[in-house]
Structure formats: C-alpha cells, structure tokens
C-alpha cells in the first residue's frame, strides 16, 4: 500500500469544503458567548473580565472554548469591547500620524493593489518608538493576551500592521494567511500535508476595529468553517472556489474597540469600501507562536559570501550538477523571507520579497563575480534588517 502525504494542486475536490460550509454553530454549545451571529461567536469583554474577577479558574475554560472554535467551530470570534475607545483614538492619531510621515513611499501590499490603501508595516515597533507610553497601555489589553495564550501558550511574538482603507477601494481576493497563505499554489504544494495541518497552529489571526465599521465600509468577509478544508492553502488560483466563497461568505460590522480573532487558515478577504466618507482603519495582528525557530543562531550572510566562490568554481567545472548546487545553497543561504523589514523590503511583485537562496541561484545562474554577489547580499540584507 503506497502512502503520499503531498496534496496535488491541480486536482482539487470541493465537495468536502461545500459540507464543511453546511455546519451550524450554536450558542448553546458556548457557555461564555452572548450569541452567534452568521456563525461567528460573540463575546463581551466586560462580562469576560467580571466573571474571571469573581473566579480566575474560569479564564482557562473561556479560553479553551475559544480555542475549541477557531480550531473545530467556525474558526472566528468578535469580543465586542475589548479595548477602550478613547485610548484606541489616541492610537489612532498616532498611527494617522505615521502614514502621514510616511505618505509617497514606496508600500507593497498583501492580497490587494498596492497604494488602493494606506499601510502601515511593523506598526507595533514603531508606536513603541514613537509613543511608548501610549504603546504599553494599549498593548497591556488583557482580552488580546488572553486569546493569544489560548491558542499559541505563553511567550507569542506580536506584529502589527496597520491599514486604513479608502473610500473606493475594493475587496481583497479570498485567501488564507501566513505562512503557507503567503505562497502560491505551486510553492504550498512542495510541503507535506502535515505542515498545511501545522501551519495554521503557528499563529492567530487578529484585527483591532480603529473606527466604527458598518458594512458598507467594507469589513472583514469570512467563510466559516473553512479553517478545517485539507487544501485550502492551495485555492488561490482555483476560480469554483472563489465562486464558493461569494456565495457564502458573512460579513459581521464591528465598532471602535472590537476584538476580531480567527484562526489564519480561515478564508477570509477584506471587503470593497463602498462608503462615501468612512477611512476604515484597523490593526492587524499576525500573533506567532514562539516556536518558529532555529536552535542555533546562524550568520548565514557571512556564510553564503565564503560558499558562494567555491559554489561557482563547483559548477564551472561540472563537479557539480544544478540539482547538487541547489543542494547546497539549500544549506546555506535563508530559503524563508520572513521576517523583514517590509518598509524596505515591501512584497512587489508578489506574496512575499526574495530570499536569500533566490538570491544567491540567480547569482550562480548568471555566473556574477563574488565582488558583484557580496554587493547584492549586502544589499539585501541591509533592506530586511535596517530601521
């Protein structure tokens, strides 16, 4: 009996999403919720946090329903209230206030034209930098620590973008998150089945409502159920699937202060601006679990510069065939572009700026001097790594 544990892009079967898409969530199997609405469980910050003040053990109880519906539930959640409107004003200016600065720039943008918006990258480093103590009281939110702890444990790593969408701008393609959602088809294919099953407990999905948000702002459409899809990382050039999700998407309106939680292999997609005045800002939180990575810290710039002569001398003289080199550079260089510095290093052109061994094979394929390689590899590391 052979056993394959790859899915194959090119031949995907629907059927399974269109009976996960039949499920029906109620209210009565989430004690802490106040109601579903659309499939998505509703929950009161204030009635959270009193009945965790009368008896902290509840905390762990509430979590673990949160946990059991992003993982076996709809995978999304709103906590109506969860931060204080007048503090998220305060942030609000602040981060107004950065795109202001930053206007003109040269900004990529995920899964919608870039400039349709305005984005703010690494939103979180540069509120702590410019306002630390307006940072720490909005960042001290106990139902975001919570909900991060539910799904990822202690010791998550928080990032943040900002993006306020315009009047106008239209709805986003439906997609699943980061890591595997930020590749294409053919790209999330090269991994096992496993880690599509992995890669969604890597991190929780977050957005902080910054403004008041009706439905004609465009919020956040969302296709219950879906998290649970084998092959949803691989949906994005398959156009029955974004039929599917037309005709099934919610969209809920959230206000100033609400919590949206939900697990990143949920499909989702930022809905079109059809308001006449509404700039529909929101803080968009990619929380990581801590144990994305290595053992040992590696300098594999300095590595790459020492191979890279040696690689090239290997393949000159045929000691080395293409797949071997690959090999090698494999080990060497960094195959992930992530993380980085995205004010520098912004995804054009695609999901994700160039890695490091892309770097390095283009090197190799066009035979550059290592003078010219070094160049390049500075250069790009200076973009990811320089504030």
Known sequence: MSYNNYLDHKAIDLKPLRELLATQTSVSDL?????????????????????????????????????????????????????????????????????????????????????????????????????PNLYARYYANDMLAWACEAWLGPAYQITSQVNLVN?????????????????????AARYPASVHRVSAHL?????????????????????PHSQKFSHGYLLANTPEAHELFDANKVQLPLEKGDLLLFNPALLHAAGSNVSADIKRMAN???????????????????????????????????????????????????????????????????LAPKNQQALMLEALEGSWSAEHF???????AERRWTS
């Not at 959640?77 to 007048?86: E, K, P, Q, T």
């Not at 080199?325 to 520098?344: C, K, M, Q, W």
């Open 167 to 187: 009047p106008g701008a239209k709805a986003q393609v439906p997609h699943r998150d980061y890591h595997l959602g930020f590749m294409t088809p053919e790209q």
């Open 284 to 350: 968009l939180l990619q929380i990581s679990s801590p144990f994305g990575r290595a053992m040992e810290s590696v300098d594999r710039l300095e590595m790459s510069k020492l191979v890279y002569p040696e690689l090239l001398k290997l393949k000159q003289s045929g000691v080395l065939g293409e797949l071997e080199i690959s090999h090698a550079v494999a080990a060497t260089a960094e195959g992930y572009a992530f993380p980085t510095n995205l004010d520098r290093d912004p995804p054009l052109g695609g």
């Open 31 to 131: 004690p802490f919720a106040e109601t579903v609405d659309a499939q998505v469980a509703i929950y009161a910050a204030d009635r959270l946090r009193t009945l965790v003040r009368q008896d902290p053990e509840k905390l762990q109880q509430i979590q673990s329903e949160w946990h059991r519906v992003w993982q076996d539930g709809s995978g999304v959640l709103v906590i109506r209230g969860a931060f204080d409107s007048a503090l998220v004003d305060e942030a609000s200016d602040a981060f107004r206030g950065i795109i202001e600065r930053e206007r003109g720039s040269s900004h990529g943008d995920h899964f919608a034209k870039p400039g349709a918006n305005d984005r703010v990258w690494n939103a979180l480093e540069k509120l702590a930098l410019l306002a």
């Open 374 to 380: 070094e160049q390049a590899l500075d250069e790009h």
């Open 203 to 223: 991190t929780l999905q977050s957005a902080i409502a910054h403004v008041d948000m009706p439905l004609e702002s465009g919020p956040t459409l969302l296709l």
